[in-house]
């Protein structure tokens, strides 16, 4: 870290911190969602967190939002609605209440060993321009191309070698971590090793997709580790508006975090019960189809809606607005034709309540989930509301009945 570079600490929910930096950091800051301006002053502004939680790099600012939540349960939500399917528990995490540290000492504990038998190979399928015949020729663009000359000749072959999509994960994630702001020497080291011994795959550069991967026999020392891989490229992909200081960082967003546990968790809960719940179903709200709803679960029964939830992981009160989350549900329930809607927040960001609207008779009932308990813990609350929701919504049936 140069002496230049400064650090703001900022917590999750906490109290607002007075900072003096330039305008283009500040604008940096803003527009990748990491902070609100509280208010300015001629001497500086006082900036509070968002939703977003983790390390980043501004220019020469390193801003550190530490989570409400341990680290090793915020990890376990990741890994439970992970499209692989890991469940977070089977990683062991440093005790520490730095995420980048977490995240680069369970990656490490997991690729170092799986790399002790030497990176995978496997084919892969290679376009190249050369001056003999190899693979199949592509025959558009020698035409196009080349005229009728016949070399170099357009071809395309498969290749064994190490640059496949497993590899080229596992050192994009090495190579993103080593850059991050907070680990030792001695881990940007090991870092460093990993990156060397994958030299035969492509890096992945920032905006690129993730290439697919399927988990086999011969990855299989390597699962947890590509899973680790991906979370860690897709969190370091920070979203910022063009022409800002260049940001870099480790950054969950915890709502969306909050919005995805409670979409997979909730929606297998009621499983349970009769009929199906749908994720982020696209309805209309209005009879000419212009105004587009999406709520996080929707609980079909026969097809039809019997219930909506909608994960806030903090309550949403923009200036004027104290219940838009209220307001939002209500119309839900309204293009649905529901009696009852149903809002889940993250405890402590909101209390559990219900509200009868007048003249409508619509009720809506805001829930609590504590995060910050075991995961067995956790579910059996997930389970208990699958349970009210049902019993409001006169879902009784169970599937195995």
Same mark, same amino acid.
């Given at each position: 870290m140069t002496p230049a570079t400064r650090e703001i600490e900022l917590h999750e929910g906490g109290d607002a911190v007075f900072v003096r930096v330039g305008d283009a950091v500040l604008d940096a800051l803003v527009g990748s969602e990491l902070v609100d301006v509280q208010y300015r002053a001629a001497d500086g502004v006082a900036i509070a967190p968002r939703r977003k939680v983790g390390v980043a790099r501004v220019g020469p600012v390193v801003v550190r939002i530490h989570p409400k939540i341990s680290i090793p349960r915020l990890f376990w939500l990741l890994g439970f609605t992970a499209d692989r399917g890991w469940r977070g528990g089977e990683v062991p995490f440093a005790v520490t209440d730095e995420l980048v540290v977490a995240i680069a000492d369970a990656f490490l504990r997991q690729v170092e060993?799986?790399?002790?038998?030497?990176?995978? %190979?496997?084919?892969?399928? /290679?376009?190249?321009?050369?001056? @003999?015949?190899?693979? *199949? @020729?592509?025959?558009?663009?020698?035409?196009? *191309?080349?005229?009728?000359? =016949?070399?170099?000749?357009?071809?395309?072959?498969?290749?064994?070698?190490t640059d496949i999509a497993e590899n080229q994960i596992l050192r994009t994630a090495a190579d993103r971590l080593r850059l991050l702001p907070g680990l030792t020497g001695v881990v940007r080291t090991r870092l460093r090793h990993v990156d060397a011994t994958l030299a035969g795959a492509a890096l992945l550069h920032r905006g690129m997709p993730i290439p697919g991967w399927r988990p086999t026999r011969l990855n299989q020392r390597f699962h947890l580790a590509l899973w680790l891989a991906e979370l860690i490229i897709r969190q370091t992909s920070l979203d910022q508006p063009r022409g800002t200081v260049q940001a870099d960082g480790f950054v969950v967003d915890m709502a969306k975090v909050f919005?995805?546990?409670?979409?997979?968790?909730?929606?297998? $809960?009621?499983?349970?019960?009769?009929?199906?719940? @749908?994720?982020?179903?696209? *309805?209309?709200?209005?009879?000419?189809?212009?105004?587009?709803?999406?709520?996080?679960?929707?609980?079909? *029964?026969?097809?039809?809606? /019997?219930? @909506?939830?909608?994960?806030?992981?903090?309550?949403?009160?923009?200036?004027?607005? =104290?219940?838009?989350?209220?307001? %939002?549900?209500?119309?839900?329930?309204?293009?649905?034709?529901?009696? $009852?809607?149903?809002?889940?927040?993250?405890?402590?960001?909101? $209390?559990?309540?219900?509200?009868?609207?007048?003249?409508?008779?619509?009720?809506?009932?805001?829930?609590?989930?504590?995060?910050?308990?075991?995961?067995?813990?956790?579910l059996t609350q997930v389970d208990q509301l699958a349970k009210s929701i049902g019993s409001q919504a006169g879902v009784f049936t169970t599937t195995g009945a």
């Open positions: 060993p799986a790399l002790a038998e030497g990176p995978l %190979q496997g084919y892969h399928e /290679v376009d190249d321009a050369l001056n @003999v015949l190899r693979g *199949r @020729v592509r025959e558009q663009e020698q035409l196009r *191309r080349r005229f009728g000359i =016949p070399v170099p000749i357009f071809v395309r072959y498969d290749e064994f070698d919005e995805d546990f409670v979409t997979k968790a909730l929606g297998s $809960a009621l499983e349970g019960f009769a009929g199906n719940g @749908v994720a982020q179903q696209r *309805r209309w709200l209005d009879e000419g189809n212009t105004i587009l709803i999406q709520p996080d679960l929707t609980w079909l *029964r026969d097809g039809a809606p /019997v219930a @909506v939830i909608d994960a806030k992981y903090k309550a949403e009160k923009p200036s004027g607005f =104290p219940n838009a989350d209220m307001y %939002q549900m209500l119309a839900y329930c309204t293009a649905l034709g529901l009696a $009852a809607g149903h809002l889940v927040y993250a405890k402590g960001n909101d $209390a559990e309540c219900s509200a009868v609207i007048r003249h409508a008779g619509t009720a809506i009932c805001c829930h609590a989930l504590d995060l910050d308990t075991s995961p067995e813990a956790l």
